[in-house]
């Protein structure tokens, strides 16, 4: 069966514009998580997404959003881009609420300019 | 909220050797610990994983230990080959909620 897919792979973008990305979880998983990658801070839990509701978030500013479609598929937003928010966004799915076993996507690397 | 930390940050070892990384959880109240392998330019995957009712697990050449007492936990690779050599991650949640990571250990393995 297919895996996690990230749209898309790689973006550049400039201070202060914003960006969406998505992410298509394994077939019949309902839960999505994000986490930012960054060299030297490892993986940053962002929020989780389980039947369209938001069930945890981390410790980002309100910049950073994100939401769920009724087929799992989620997006998240970040606006009024950073250059520290450039980085690694990675998803993950699981078949049910909570972490369990992550099957991560490729990620989408963002570059702010 | 949990925080993990992890250290070494970086561990070079000859192949062969054994290599431990450790983590340290901040929440008494975790109970699930798995670790993730991201190899370069690939993504994180689930290595091996405990939950608090054990002490310590074994897969093959890896093996995690819990000291649920002084919130610790590690991970022990022995006979360690090249393609040992990626990025390990520790991760700590409560019943499997949320997954909160530590910020990695870049293990070398020179031939």
């Known amino acids: 069966k297919a895996g996690v897919t990230q749209t898309p792979r790689y973006l550049i973008k400039t201070r202060g514009q914003q960006v969406t990305l998505s992410c298509s979880p394994i077939s019949g998983h309902r839960s999505v998580s994000w986490y930012q990658q960054t060299p030297g801070q490892g993986l940053q839990f962002l929020f989780e997404y389980f039947s369209e509701t938001q069930r945890n978030k981390g410790n980002f500013p309100g910049r950073f959003s994100g939401r769920q479609f009724s087929n799992s598929r989620s997006e998240m937003n970040v606006s009024t881009l950073e250059l520290g928010d450039s980085a690694l966004y990675l998803c993950?799915?699981?078949?049910?609420?909570?972490?369990?076993?992550?099957?991560f996507g490729a990620g989408s690397r963002l570059t702010v300019l | 909220g949990e925080n993990v930390e992890q250290h070494p940050s970086t561990l070079s070892v000859q192949e062969g050797d054994s290599a431990v990384i450790k983590c340290t959880y901040s929440?008494?109240?975790?109970?699930?610990f798995p670790w993730y392998k991201q190899e370069l330019g690939k993504r994180p995957q689930l290595i091996i994983d405990?939950?608090?009712?054990?002490g310590e697990k074994k897969d093959q050449r890896i093996a995690v230990t819990l000291n649920k007492t002084a919130k610790h936990f590690s991970l022990h690779i022995t006979e360690t080959q090249p393609e040992d050599s990626a990025v390990y991650f520790c991760a700590a949640s409560i019943n499997t909620d949320k997954l909160i990571f530590g910020t990695g250990t870049r293990l070398q393995v020179f031939p």
């Open positions: 993950a799915s699981t078949r049910d609420s909570g972490a369990n076993v992550l099957t």
């Open positions: 405990i939950r608090s009712n054990v």
């Open positions: 929440d008494s109240a975790s109970n699930y």
